[in-house]
């Protein structure tokens, strides 16, 4: 009986030993000076500039300066111009190449045996996009080029209704713009600050600390874990870590004497042994010191357990040596300094005597200033007026209009004009808009809004019977000639049934008719404006 109590007991004690060795993460905090694959030697060289050349439906909705206020160099000057670096950035307006709204049904019966079917939408769609962004140095040292034409395909999550699919439908163009212009911004920050940057990362990672207050150890290595935390909670990336590291010296020691303590070749030593390797590893990796964590990765590995972890932080810590003899440098703490210059869009302030931009040693006048073109318009008032307008106003004309005009006594004043104040804008260029009543529909998910208000529309074609206007975001607005406002062939009638709406603008012409039968005309400016043509032309 004797016998049989005390193996009972000497079970349990193996077992309460083997339970004592778990281990837990516990948090310490980093932070250093991330080092670029390709670095710019010469910090007088650490300068870059942008060019872009960017289809003005993807700016719709953001800032003209959106790709150059967003993409940052750590550790670089960003100038207006002139940069040792300059980026050259090229998007193009994204093609939606197929769209389409499917459903699923889903069955359950009741305990009567009554069958009731639920049913799911969801819009599948593909697009393509197009643009890239070249990086060069005014040395011809950097020559790189970052590609973000793709063909692409995606869905909306499940909808428990027909109608809530159309709504998200109808807005994919704006859905796929920003993802777009959003995805340019992620990748060239990422992989500009990859190659050339001094970006700083600051976070937590982890030592491993026996869990079992039982354990004789875990007090021990518990206040050896609260020594580096509290050391490391001082880490700046601007500062050495020679004090750090003298700081954490006696937490250093106690893990180098567990593996000679534990040195058995069972499961409990070798978690032990395990938490001091990695815990070492870890503290001299965070040190910028790779070759010395190397060290303790090597018997991470050996030790045999969990050795992936040992591997992993050795692959770091040789790639961490190579950036080192890459940036001639031995530490990643060191003060990083970042200028940003931020863009905006111009606009002068214009008094009596400005003299803000000298040409030819002359006086400025906005009546030459290349930015600004003639624009005369017609109010509904029948007044005629002559201003300057800033060309890039020209690129989102919507409900109100700014020009610059001269007084009696030559003096220059900005005044705003409501698009419901005026009835035609022409300007020098010879491009013309007129003031047409609709409802935007790419700016609402293709929804209407509640009524139609004025708004400034490019004409493109307009006749007796029909007139197609262009609105700045790409709608395509028709008016026939007896309604009083047009319709976007971007709203819903328009999207889902364009024969439809050909066929009822074509009604008492059956030639034009035979036209649409056959699908002829799509729903496009081109097409649109063929279709104009044509109907006007029928007698």
């Keep these: 009986m004797k016998k049989i109590l005390l193996a009972f007991f000497m079970l349990c ?14 948090d310490i905090n980093y932070s250093y000076v991330a080092l670029p694959a390709k670095p710019i030697l010469e910090k007088k060289n650490r300068t870059y500039s ?14 003209k ?18 940069g040792y670096l300059s980026i050259e950035v090229v998007l193009q307006n994204p093609a939606i190449t197929k769209k389409d709204i499917t459903s699923r049904t889903s069955s359950s019966k009741d305990k009567n045996g009554r069958v009731t079917n639920k049913y799911y939408y969801t819009v599948e769609y593909s697009y393509s996009q197009d643009g890239n962004a070249k990086v060069v140095s005014n040395d011809g040292k950097v020559n790189k080029i970052i590609n973000f034409t793709a063909q692409k395909t995606a869905k909306s999550q499940e909808y428990e209704s027909y109608s809530q699919a159309e709504s998200f439908q109808y807005g994919i163009y704006n859905l796929i713009r920003n993802n777009f212009t959003n995805e340019v911004v992620n990748t060239m920050n990422n992989e500009l600050n ?11 990672d982890k030592l491993w600390i026996l869990a079992n207050k039982k354990h004789p150890e875990q007090l021990a290595e518990y206040n050896a874990y609260l020594t580096v935390k509290n050391a490391f909670e001082r880490m700046n990336f601007a500062e050495p870590t020679a004090d750090i590291e003298t700081e954490v010296k006696d937490a250093i020691a106690y893990f180098e004497s567990l593996p000679n303590k534990y040195n058995q070749d069972e499961k409990a030593h070798r978690k032990i042994r395990y938490s001091a390797y990695f815990n070492l590893a870890k503290i001299y990796s965070l040190l910028d010191k790779p070759a010395k964590s190397n060290e303790y990765c090597q018997k991470l590995i050996a030790n045999d357990y969990d050795k992936f972890d040992g591997e992993s932080m050795l692959k770091a810590n040789n790639e961490m040596l190579t950036l080192f003899k890459a940036n001639q440098i031995t530490n990643r703490h060191f003060a990083v300094e970042t200028k940003n210059f931020v863009f905006e869009e111009k606009q002068p302030v214009y008094s009596n005597n400005t003299s803000s931009a000298p040409v030819n040693n002359a006086p400025y006048s906005i009546e030459t200033d290349q930015n600004y073109i003639l624009a005369y318009m017609l109010t509904i008032k029948k007044d005629t007026i002559a201003g300057y307008m ?16 001269k007084d009696f006594q030559g003096k220059f004043s900005e005044r705003n004009f409501k698009a419901n104040e005026v009835s035609r804008l022409i300007l020098s260029n010879g491009e013309e808009y007129a003031t047409v009543a609709f409802r935007v529909s790419v700016d609402n998910g293709g929804m209407n809004m509640a009524s139609a208000t004025k708004k400034f529309a490019k004409e493109m074609f307009v006749g007796k019977k029909i007139s197609v206007y262009q609105y700045f975001n790409g709608e395509v607005i028709i008016k026939m000639a007896n309604d009083s406002e047009g319709k976007s062939n971007a709203s819903a009638g328009w999207m889902l049934g364009p024969k439809k709406r050909f066929e009822e603008m074509a009604k008492g012409c059956p030639s034009l008719l035979e036209r649409v039968d056959k699908k002829e005309f799509k729903n496009n400016l081109e097409s649109i404006l063929s279709f104009a043509e044509a109907l006007e032309a029928c007698k």
């Design 13 to 26: 004690g193996l077992t309460a030993v083997s339970q004592s060795t778990d281990l837990d993460p516990f």
């Design 50 to 63: 942008f060019v872009t050349n960017i289809d003005r439906n993807l700016q719709y909705s953001k800032s």
């Design 194 to 204: 990859d190659e050339f940057g001094y970006p700083v990362k600051s976070g937590t």
């Design 390 to 405: 800033h060309k890039s106003r020209s690129m989102n004309l919507s409900e109100a209009v700014t020009v610059t005009v």
């Design 65 to 82: 300066f959106f790709i150059e206020n967003q993409v940052t160099i750590s550790g670089f000057e960003k100038k207006e111009k002139n």
